[in-house]
């Protein structure tokens, strides 16, 4: 199975600034199976990008994907309030579908 | 609005079989692939399978041996069961929509503690 490995595992930010965060495959991914998640204590996962950089309906712009084969990246141009939380990378190779480790962004 | 909900017990004890049932409203179960994921403090997000609304499935290899989901498309809802569960199976477990078009989860279940306890 493809291990994804996120990092960092904790990003200390202000709101204002600007976050990125890591999302590295075990082997190559096709960008199309490459989702990223936001989850906020308590609940579910949301789904933000897809595609590697495509934003999901309602995802607000400042949110935006890119990366190919092993090396994909989220970016939160510019930190709201509401954007302090955990999020992760997900693929899915036709075998088996995983999850990343998550990266917690924190004020 | 799609809405899923997941119900079943919340603890069951060693060696037992857990059991899990996910209702779809605002949708028909009878499109889309239906899984189930799972979340631990220590490994995280875990697919555990899906399920269609034909009944085909897939589960993760790792859990294969232990893990059966079905489906009621009169009743618009799936189900999980995994037998001879250990501590190592108490989680959060939620049900969720895959989205064909985006290769994720659409709509998610709030999720369901479970603990596997005597």
């Known amino acids: 199975e493809i291990v994804l490995t996120q990092s960092p595992g904790t990003l200390s930010l202000s709101p204002g600034e600007r976050a990125t965060l890591s999302c590295r495959a075990s082997r190559s991914v096709s960008s199309s199976y490459l989702t990223w998640y936001q989850q906020k204590p308590g609940q579910a996962p949301r789904l933000l990008i897809y595609g590697a950089s495509s934003r999901a309906t309602g995802i607000p712009e400042r949110f935006s994907g890119s990366g190919s084969g092993t090396d994909f990246t989220l970016t939160i141009s510019r930190l709201e309030p509401e954007d302090f939380a955990v999020y992760y990378c997900q693929q899915y190779d036709s075998s088996v579908l995983t999850f990343g480790g998550g990266t917690k962004v924190e004020i | ?118």
């Open chain 2, 1 to 118: 609005q799609v809405q899923l909900q997941e119900s079943g017990p919340g603890l069951v004890k060693p060696s037992e079989t857990l059991s899990l049932t996910c209702t779809v409203s605002g949708a028909s179960i009878s499109s889309y692939y239906w899984n189930w994921i799972r979340q631990t403090p220590g490994k995280g997000l875990e697919w555990i399978g899906y399920i269609s609304y034909s009944g085909s499935s897939k589960y993760n290899p790792s859990l294969k041996s232990r893990v059966t989901m079905s489906v009621d498309t009169s009743k618009n809802h799936f189900s999980l069961k995994v037998t001879s569960v250990t501590a190592a199976d108490t989680a959060v477990y939620y049900c969720g929509r895959w989205s064909s078009s985006w290769h994720g989860y659409d709509n998610w279940g709030q999720g369901t503690p479970v603990t596997v306890s005597s």
